[in-house]
């Protein structure tokens, strides 16, 4: 028989059915996996023998849902992806830093990613992610090992795009890998999806709208529905894409998601990672109703704010999506691999672009950050502390010197929480982090291995650019060195 656990918080966001609710002293009791009571303290009648975790001063939410990561690259991205961006390419990093990167990266250096980012993910609140990487057998088992839930998506692509000379970016076909990649994910979700106690889920994942040619989309969006399972791809995520779709097929990449069955009713359960450049962009600027499209197919967005707004670029904007009734989730997709920040820049850019302080709230992020992630999912087990959901548990400190004073506990969370204020972990009821330690895990070690592997990818660099650059031409450091 599984053992009750039951933690006694000064602050618990429970829901109500409906929405998330702020509880004064409440209580979250859990058996096995499975939480099965949430409450005010007061209305709880505690069953015999049943343990019960003290937390005064301790804020107990859901965790967190990562909807869009790259987690076998995204750690190398540090120091090398900030303050470029070629006005030719609309800013995107697509077409020169991130096949530069990847092409100077070896399987050591993945390896150190995916081991890396697992902890990192834990240690900032995600519980649940969506991984679209390399080495799906390698990342899955460190991911179950270390207790942390993935859907993983093998990714798959007819083509690629590269630029010969910074300028332009052309494409390179292959129907056939693109075919073969999906049978190899196909095959992969048939063997694992559900293993480690149903920690691990299977996505599909064609890679890019504009990489993927529409015999192999379709073939995807059957396969999904087949196997019931979610399908996520990138779209509207630059400029360059947006003119490159419009070309070939006289459609906004929505649109023509919408036209060959990937959006609508009797599409798969879709999420559109990005979508940050609808037709009503202003780095667009056309008529059109993208957003409405979005809304009327029931489709989920996975939102990764700062990836973009790195280079200047913001969506336009998160509370009008919202409004048109897309299903916003969170995700963050380059480092660092926080939902807090992915939380924060959500909220803050909302603010911005929309010129409206009472919109874009951190409530909405938050929820987006949560429910928003289990919907796009289709678990309604997830993101939320209520009977019957996955016990996927944080505790948060109330008293750190960035969440005091308290009074508002989601928006402490989201403006001002920092990551060492999550205090314990708990992942389908396993403790997989308290007080900032994780079994098994030596961070410093990770950090070290990751170190070594960016050094390697450093010089790697001029093998993998197209003007075989060094790394200081491709990305210039910010301070001069001392004595130059």
Known sequence: MATTTAIHASHVIGFDGTEHRHIEDGVVAYEGDTITWVGPYSEWTPPEGISVVEAPGRLLTPGLINLHAHIGGSPLDKSFIEDVGRRQFGMSGLFE?????????????TRACLDFSSAELIMSGTTTVFSMDPMPEYNMERAAEIGLRMYVGPTFRSGRWYTPDGRQVLYDWDEQAGIDGLARAIEFIERNDGAHGGLIRGMLCPMQIDTCTEDLFRRACDAARDLDVPIQ???????????????????????????IGFLGPRGPKAIVGHAIFPNSHSWINQLGNDIEILGDAGATVAHAPWVFARRGIALESFADYLDAGVNMAIGTDTAPQTMLEAMRWAA???????????????AQVFSAATLGGAIGLGRDDLGRLAPGAKADLLLWDTGSPWMTPFRDPIKNLVYSAREEDLKKVVINGRTVMDERNIPGVDIRQLS?????????????????????????????????????
């Open 97 to 109: 830093m991130l096949p530069a990167r990847s092409g100077a990266q070896d399987d050591d250096g």
């Open 233 to 259: 791809t990138h779209a509207s995520q630059s400029v360059v894409e947006f003119r490159e779709m419009e070309r070939r097929n006289g459609r906004t990449p929505i649109e023509w998601l919408l036209d």
């Open 348 to 362: 803050v850019l909302g603010k911005v672009t929309g010129r409206d302080a009472e919109r874009s709230t951190a």
């Open 448 to 484: 070290a291995t990751l170190h070594a592997s960016g050094e390697r990818l450093w010089d790697r660099i001029p093998q993998a650019d197209w003007g075989e650059r060094d790394v200081d031409e491709l990305s210039p450091v910010s301070l001069p060195r001392w004595g130059e």
